[in-house]
């Protein structure tokens, strides 16, 4: 693997203005892989979140927040991982993005222990994945096959403690409560059949979606 496969133009530019070139290569050559390693899936087993960044087909970006029970996100083997997608606000801005532009950036982050795990690929979405039937709760599954798995410096990483769980997580034998956002009056009337159903008819100004 040659080291420009992993910088473009842009990158090179900036590397050479602050001479971090051949840092840069050395990282490269030392740190990224496309593999899953043990410690990788150590690590990404003890996760409860990760931030995702998408593209839409003209380049424009969109970086959201997933979270779960640790582990949610599961590595099925040395370069593919599964995501569940979970009931959200239905704008599906980072998951629809996949169906125009495959390509994904996944970030995951130990505030506890300030570390932090960068995966880059490629993903696809199903509502059809058998996957599903693990996950109870769960919408679609996303799969993302790896190309590029590599630690960042934690220089910055805030050290903050986890209190508790959210208690919207989806789990075995356990019905969520209903968000409030879901019973305002501006967005009670445009919410799918299912959501009325589940009991989405009263009053409530709490929070946001």
Not at 100 to 114: A, H, K, S
Not at 134 to 152: D, M, N
Not at 166 to 179: A, H, L, N
Request: aromatic share 10%; hydrophobic share 35%; net charge negative.
């Amino acid at each position: 693997m040659s080291n420009d496969s992993f910088f473009h133009e842009g990158m090179r530019q900036l590397q050479d203005e602050r001479e971090t070139r051949r840092i840069a290569d050395r990282l490269n050559e030392k740190i990224v892989h496309s593999i899953f390693t043990d410690e990788n899936r150590t690590f990404i087993q003890r996760c409860p979140m990760v931030f995702v960044a998408t593209a839409d087909e003209h380049g424009h970006p969109e970086c959201s927040y997933k979270g779960g029970l640790p582990g949610f996100v599961r590595i099925l083997d040395g370069q593919t991982l599964a995501i569940p997608d979970y009931d959200g606000n239905g704008m599906y801005r980072s998951w629809g993005n996949l169906l125009v532009n495959p390509f994904i950036g996944l970030l995951f982050i130990d505030f506890e222990n300030q570390s932090r795990l960068r995966v880059n690929g490629s993903a696809k979405i199903s509502a059809d994945d058998p996957l599903r039937a693990e996950y109870p709760g769960s919408v679609f599954i996303v799969r993302v096959t790896v190309e590029k798995i590599f630690p960042a410096c934690p220089r910055y990483i805030h050290k903050m403690q986890l209190v508790e769980l959210s208690e919207y997580v989806p789990k075995t034998d356990y019905v969520p409560p209903v968000p409030a956002w879901k019973k305002f009056d501006e967005f009670r009337d445009a919410l799918p059949e299912r959501d009325l159903a589940n009991g989405n008819n009263g009053s409530s100004n709490k929070s946001e979606p």
